[in-house]
């Protein structure tokens, strides 16, 4: 496992790129004049649904263009191919996944928070494990994310937070399934008896094997606070795209505000762009959710330097980064001039309470209504 986390970054930097983005990026601008943005990232999950759509639902507010691209694949390491290979603008991904680029002379940075805790779940099968400190024992079947993915450092950062003094490296049998309806199908199959799943896809697994048979052993916004996401984009592409990057984020953060106030909203957009739609029951589980955890930045100063420094530590211990990560600077690893942007645009600052109520500033981005 620990040598993963060094082959993988070679791989997404010097690998051909294996993956398909469908027809090729057109500069020329939008049909209402703006340049469009190409967002790509691997979560197809509830929680991201505001997010990554919300430059289609909410970017005429904010004079984006308004044919923006969304490509999503199963995998980070996918997605990181294409942005580095320059097919794509921007990339929602996990800190730590910037970080080892960086680290491999990348220069690439973030500039919007998109998720703050998250909404995962580890889960076992009861048959097997009843509690969080079994895992290290052999018998236990664990799957794991990519070394360098969300969830890989999810679990990292719990076992910290729960002083077990272990990391996914010190785990005996493990499987690596770097997409959550894997390990879904993988719990649901038997072929493993420990996985982080979605929320949303909690009650899924409960269904096809009965909930008496599945036990919760970490809930992560419960038992950890991070920084879980964020968009990241080349320092080349930001120079020249500043504003743009800017209002890109403050479209993301107004429709955070906008999906936490008005169940509705969210309700609307969740049924729309995940096929098939999804019981209006299991929405509302993770409206509660994400409004109860503050899973969805309504600010963008969450992405601090104290938040980098607990990913850095964390990353550092669990292999997944070199312990020269420490020497790197918060500018070496965020620009906050596109924050800055957005922060202006969506009104300034809220808190929870203003959300909650149903207080979202107007927006000032300059756009059509």
Same mark, same amino acid.
Request: aromatic residues 6%.
């Given at each position: 496992?620990?040598?993963?986390?060094?082959?993988?970054?070679?791989?997404?930097?010097?690998?051909? $790129?294996?993956?398909?983005?469908?027809?090729?990026?057109?500069?020329?601008?939008?049909?209402?004049?703006?340049?469009?943005?190409?967002?790509?990232?691997?979560?197809?999950?509830?929680?991201?649904?505001?997010?990554?759509?919300a430059a289609d639902i909410f970017g005429k507010k904010f004079g984006l263009a308004d044919d923006n691209k969304v490509t999503q694949f199963?995998?980070?390491?996918?997605?990181?191919?294409?942005?580095?290979?320059?097919?794509?603008?921007?990339?929602?991904?996990?800190?730590?996944?910037?970080?080892? $680029?960086?680290?491999?002379?990348?220069?690439?940075?973030? /500039?919007? &928070?998109?998720?703050?805790?998250?909404? %995962?779940? =580890?889960?076992?099968?009861?048959?097997k494990i009843t509690s969080l400190d079994q895992i290290t024992d052999p018998d236990i079947r664990v799957a794991v994310d990519s070394p360098?993915?969300?969830?890989?450092?999810?679990?990292?950062?719990? /076992?910290?937070?729960?002083?077990?003094?272990?990391?996914?490296?010190?785990?005996?049998?493990?499987?690596?399934?770097?997409?959550?309806?894997? !390990? $879904?199908?993988?719990?649901?199959? !038997?072929?493993?008896?420990?996985?982080?799943?979605?929320?949303?896809?909690?009650?899924? =697994?409960?269904?096809?094997?009965?909930?008496? @048979?599945?036990?919760?052993?970490?809930?992560?916004?419960?038992?950890?606070? /991070?920084?879980?996401?964020?968009?990241?984009?080349?320092?080349?592409?930001?120079?020249? @795209?500043?504003? =743009?990057?800017? !209002?890109?984020?403050?479209?993301?953060?107004?429709? @955070?505000?906008?999906?936490?106030?008005? /169940?509705?909203? *969210?309700?609307?957009?969740?049924?729309? *762009?995940? %096929?098939?739609?999804?019981? %209006?029951?299991?929405?509302?589980?993770?409206?509660?959710?994400?409004?109860?955890? %503050?899973?969805?930045?309504?600010?963008?100063?969450?992405?601090? &330097?104290?938040?980098?420094?607990?990913?850095?530590?964390?990353?550092?211990?669990?292999?997944?980064?070199?312990?020269?990560? !420490?020497? $790197?600077?918060?500018?070496?690893?965020?620009?906050?001039?596109?924050?800055?942007?957005?922060?202006?645009?969506?009104?300034?600052?809220?808190?929870?309470?203003?959300?909650?109520?149903? @207080?979202?500033?107007?927006?000032?981005?300059?756009?059509?209504?």
């Open positions: 496992m620990k040598h993963l986390a060094r082959m993988l970054i070679f791989v997404v930097i010097g690998g051909v $790129l294996a993956v398909g983005c469908g027809d090729d990026d057109d500069d020329s601008g939008g049909s209402n004049g703006a340049k469009p943005v190409h967002l790509v990232g691997s979560s197809t999950g509830h929680a991201y649904i505001g997010q990554f759509h199963e995998d980070e390491s996918a997605a990181t191919q294409v942005l580095v290979s320059g097919r794509a603008d921007i990339q929602s991904a996990a800190v730590t996944q910037l970080i080892q $680029l960086i680290e491999k002379d990348q220069d690439i940075k973030a /500039f919007c &928070p998109v998720q703050i805790d998250s909404t %995962e779940q =580890l889960v076992g099968l009861k048959d360098g993915g969300l969830v890989n450092f999810i679990m990292n950062l719990v /076992f910290r937070e729960k002083g077990l003094g272990i990391t996914v490296g010190d785990l005996k049998n493990v499987t690596i399934l770097g997409d959550g309806s894997q !390990r $879904l199908a993988a719990l649901a199959a !038997r072929q493993v008896d420990v996985g982080s799943v979605d929320l949303f896809e909690l009650p899924d =697994l409960q269904k096809q094997i009965g909930a008496e @048979n599945v036990t919760t052993l970490s809930v992560t916004a419960e038992d950890a606070d /991070f920084v879980a996401n964020i968009y990241s984009a080349p320092t080349k592409w930001l120079d020249e @795209n500043t504003d =743009l990057a800017g !209002r890109y984020c403050a479209t993301t953060l107004y429709a @955070n505000r906008v999906m936490a106030s008005d /169940f509705d909203q *969210y309700n609307d957009a969740v049924q729309k *762009y995940l %096929e098939g739609g999804v019981d %209006e029951e299991i929405v509302k589980t993770n409206w509660d959710f994400a409004r109860k955890y %503050e899973v969805w930045p309504y600010n963008a100063d969450v992405v601090s &330097p104290e938040a980098i420094k607990t990913i850095i530590d964390v990353g550092i211990a669990s292999d997944l980064l070199d312990a020269s990560a !420490r020497d $790197l600077k918060f500018s070496d690893i965020v620009d906050t001039r596109p924050m800055d942007i957005a922060m202006d645009l969506v009104g300034g600052p809220v808190d929870a309470s203003d959300i909650t109520a149903g @207080n979202v500033p107007a927006p000032k981005g300059g756009g059509g209504s």
